[in-house]
């Protein structure tokens, strides 16, 4: 089983001890404990950065990085409602009442104040915020095995899954040894938009495998990014196919489709998928000596 993150308890059991005298007057709330469409929102909050003002539909709006150390928030403040930032910097303690949670965007909740909502500086026991990024840091870092279902935008962890399909097209190409971008496959040679040229079958032309595909553990789907840092699969004979004009997605399906892997990596918002997505640092077919090590650890 996933291991209990010990730092993350304490700063819930830090926002939950939060100003006797406002548990008395008003009922708080934490961000991790907000869900989409949620009213009536009071809550302790750090500032963790205040972006420029804009103009949205000929309206002023600051948008506001929120934090209090169980998850992350973005406020947005509108016309009047900026000047509830005056003499607020990052880094202070807010209190927010009676706010909204009119969507989730990027696995933050998106909130906007009420008619009578307001945000006010107060002095408060929350973490500093430098200890709260640390901690974020620190799980970014963190590569401990955890469920598919379990996962947040921007952590480390390893998962386990199978492959249940593969969606690139052209997962493994040459990149530009000038300008690090994808290369052009020709006959015989590999050129680039930046005007370099080089032969096929050069050996110092650099290959990356960038698969995309989706990952089942049993609790979630996610899709994951597959790089080259794999035993899993011989790239020489992947090149020599692709210099060939063969096709290698039916090789790919032959090999990949089906397999119990672990995989390590971070996860991130896919704009375009409207999801967290995965990003393999490393990946390997599932040793079954190493999964029953770690079911007698745990």
Not at 8 to 22: F, G, P
Not at 80 to 98: T, V
Not at 144 to 173: D, M, Q, T
């Amino acid at each position: 089983m996933p291991k209990t993150d010990s730092k993350l308890d304490d700063i819930e059991k830090t926002v939950e001890s939060k100003s006797a005298d406002l548990k008395n007057s008003i009922e708080l709330i934490n961000l991790s404990n907000i869900v989409e469409k949620m009213v009536e929102i009071n809550a302790i909050l750090r500032i963790e950065k205040i972006f420029e003002q804009k103009i949205v539909g000929k309206n002023p709006v600051v948008n506001v990085i929120v934090n209090d150390g169980t998850a992350k928030g973005l406020l947005s403040l509108w016309t009047e409602e900026i000047k509830f930032l005056e003499g607020i910097f990052e880094g202070d303690a807010i209190l927010i009442e009676n706010a909204n949670a009119p969507k989730k965007f990027k696995d933050r909740i998106h909130l906007s104040l009420s008619k009578n909502g307001k945000v006010s500086k107060i002095e408060s026991n929350l973490p500093k915020l430098e200890e709260m990024l640390e901690n974020s840091n620190t799980k970014r870092s963190d590569f401990s095995r955890k469920l598919i279902s379990e996962l947040k935008e921007g952590i480390g962890a390893e998962i386990r899954g199978l492959i249940v399909s593969i969606h690139s097209k052209n997962p493994y190409f040459p990149v530009c040894g000038i300008c690090n971008k994808k290369m052009t496959l020709k006959k015989g040679y590999a050129i680039c938009g930046c005007g370099n040229k080089v032969d096929e079958e050069d050996d110092n032309l650099k290959w990356l495998f960038l698969c995309n595909c989706t990952v089942d553990d049993g609790t979630k789907t996610i899709r994951a990014t597959l790089n080259n840092n794999t035993k899993c699969i011989d790239f020489k004979k992947i090149k020599k196919m692709i210099i060939d004009d063969e096709d290698i997605i039916l090789e790919l399906n032959r090999q990949l489709l089906g397999l119990d892997i672990n995989i390590s990596g971070i996860t991130f918002y896919d704009e375009y998928l409207k999801d967290i997505s995965f990003r393999s640092n490393f990946w390997n077919k599932t040793d079954p000596n190493t999964e029953f090590e770690l079911l007698n650890l745990n």
